[in-house]
T-cell receptor
Framework: ETGVTQSPTHLIKTRGQQVTLRCSSQ?????VSWYQQALGQGPQFIFQ???????GRGNFPPRFSGLQFPNYSSELNVNALELDDSALYLC?????????????FGSGTRLTVV | GQNIDQPTEMTATEGAIVQINCTYQ??????LFWYQQHAGEAPTFLSY????GLEEKGRFSSFLSRSKGYSYLLLKELQMKDSASYLC????????????FGIGTKLQVIP
């Protein structure tokens, strides 16, 4: 079975720009969660998508938005980039809640805002 | 919401045993995860506890006490490759199962 793949792996953007990050979920998984991980911190929950609907959201402003497609792949969009948005963005997929199998994480996209 | 506390750093010797503690305060609880994360890599799933007690998986064991809001990850026969951050994470019991991560414990294994 294929794992979770994210693209691009690295990205440099200018403050004020917009960015789209992509995630292909693991085969058989229908739920995708996005996390932001700043250097030296644990991952912070951004939002979760289940069956193409946002299923929950963390403490992130509306300029963080997302989509899930019928094949369960997902996008994270960030508008009006700020310097503090520089972080590793992780996508995690699961079947339903994840439960005993946990979430499977992708390798992440390292975003640098200059 | 969730509040998760774990030590930021630990050092242990190759071949030894180390215990990484995690305490949490939660408004809802639907399980606790431990993840391993090597520098620059994605977290990888180690364990999931939803009932009290000890779960053993090879060299790694995880314990949960829901009444105390406490968990630990036990690593036996430490190897150099175990040097990594270990993330404690708690799942909400709300309408969607949000997982909240702690800051992670950076474990350094020394010869």
């Amino acid at each position: 079975e294929t794992g979770v793949t994210q693209s691009p792996t690295h990205l440099i953007k200018t403050r004020g720009q917009q960015v789209t990050l992509r995630c292909s979920s693991q085969s058989g998984h229908n739920t995708v969660s996005w996390y932001q991980q700043a250097l030296g911190q644990g991952p912070q929950f951004i939002f979760q998508y289940y069956r193409e609907e946002e299923n929950g959201r963390g403490n992130f402003p509306p300029r963080f938005s997302g989509l899930q497609f019928p094949n369960y792949s997902s996008e994270l969009n960030v508008n009006a980039l700020e310097l503090d948005d520089s972080a590793l963005y992780l996508c995690a997929s699961s079947y339903g809640t994840g439960g005993s199998g946990g979430y499977t994480f992708g390798s992440g996209t390292r975003l640098t805002v200059v | 919401g969730q509040n998760i506390d774990q030590p930021t750093e630990m050092t242990a010797t190759e071949g030894a045993i180390v215990q990484i503690n995690c305490t949490y305060q939660t408004s809802g609880f639907n399980g606790l995860f431990w993840y391993q994360q090597h520098a620059g890599e994605a977290p990888t799933f180690l364990s999931y506890n939803v009932l009290d007690g000890l779960e053993e998986k090879g060299r790694f064991s995880s314990f949960l006490s829901r009444s105390k809001g406490y968990s630990y990850l036990l690593l036996k026969e430490l190897q150099m490759k175990d040097s990594a951050s270990y993330l404690c994470a708690v799942m909400d019991s709300g309408g969607y199962q949000k997982v909240t991560f702690g800051i992670g414990t950076k474990l350094q294994v020394i010869p």
